[in-house]
């Protein structure tokens, strides 16, 4: 197991606390691959009393993490507060050659079961499931991959298309977008089901996009327990570490489908999506 390894990349002190997270999830769930943290290289200059250092070294002595400094990529066309400006920071995963396979995983999430099994897939360059919740084309497929996801084989050539997708990029394209335009027509499909659901799923009325068979009922307990990574996302409202008001949160939740005495009937979608919420929350 140890030319294998799971990665997650910080480029703050939030984020850097979000990869410890799942780096605890890991060790916690005793999965076997190794852990890789990328972190900014302007960080081993900080004392070592700032949050960045201590956190560092809790992922290093507590959870066996394999730490890498790199040099930030970002996104120049956008807010400096974007979630999105280090996106691409998460592609220096293709030069860690220390490994013959890396599962990268965005750490805006929750990982519910290890992974593990996807490091024994067939070779390929890339793996990524399906961005199950984006658009269909004109003729009724999903074609777009999702990088939050991806499960990768490190090497000089991959690294050296991944540098020049860097220079060459457009002012809107992020980690998912370069890969998908590297490896859109070659990567290895990883089913979605499963391997990642957005938080957002469970707002949805809709839900066939992810269940892909129009004879399945959607089941939303069912769902979870299936389920070994969740994704935190749920636009207009914020990350759940960030500040959330009071009747955003209250608008912006499962609806339940309405009604009266809605409070009273209960909701599977909504305690799932309330305890996604709370769970992380209260482990950060």
């Known amino acids: 197991w140890n030319e294998f390894a799971y990665a997650t990349y910080a480029t703050d002190s939030d984020y850097l606390c979000n990869s410890l997270m799942l780096l605890e999830t890991l060790h916690r769930l ?38 890498q400094p790199i040099d930030l990529q970002e996104v120049s066309s956008i807010s400096a507060a974007s979630t999105w400006m280090h996106s691409p920071t998460k592609l220096l995963a293709f030069n860690q050659t220390q490994f013959s396979r890396i599962l990268a995983l965005d750490s805006d999430s929750t990982l519910l ?68 335009k590297l490896y859109g027509d070659s990567a290895l ?59 955003a949160w209250e608008q912006y939740r499962p609806s339940c489908g309405g009604g009266v005495a809605e409070a009273e009937l209960g909701c599977a979608e909504r305690e799932i999506w309330e305890g996604l919420h709370r769970d992380f929350r209260e482990r950060r």
Request: net charge negative; hydrophobic share 40%; proline share 8%.
């Open 30 to 67: 005793g999965s076997q691959p190794e852990r890789l943290l990328l972190y900014p290289r302007t960080w081993e200059s900080l004392p070592t009393d700032s949050i960045e250092s201590r956190l560092l070294v809790q992922a290093r002595d507590l959870y066996s993490a394999v730490l």
């Open 113 to 180: 079961q290890p992974l593990d099994e996807l490091f024994h897939l067939a070779e390929a360059p890339v793996a990524m499931p399906r961005a199950y919740w984006k658009p269909l084309t004109s003729d009724g497929r999903q074609i777009e991959l999702t990088s939050a996801v991806t499960l990768l084989t490190p090497s000089s050539e991959a690294f050296a298309s991944i540098q020049a997708a860097l220079l060459t990029r457009g002012k809107e394209d992020f980690d998912m977008e370069i890969l998908n």
């Open 189 to 247: 499909v990883l089913p979605h089901r499963g391997n990642i659901l957005l938080t957002g799923e469970f707002r949805e009325s809709n839900h066939s996009g992810y269940l892909a068979n129009a004879g399945e009922v959607w089941d939303a307990k069912k769902i979870l327990r299936e389920t070994k990574y969740v994704h935190f996302s749920d636009w207009p409202l914020p990350k759940p570490w960030q500040p959330m008001s009071k009747p």
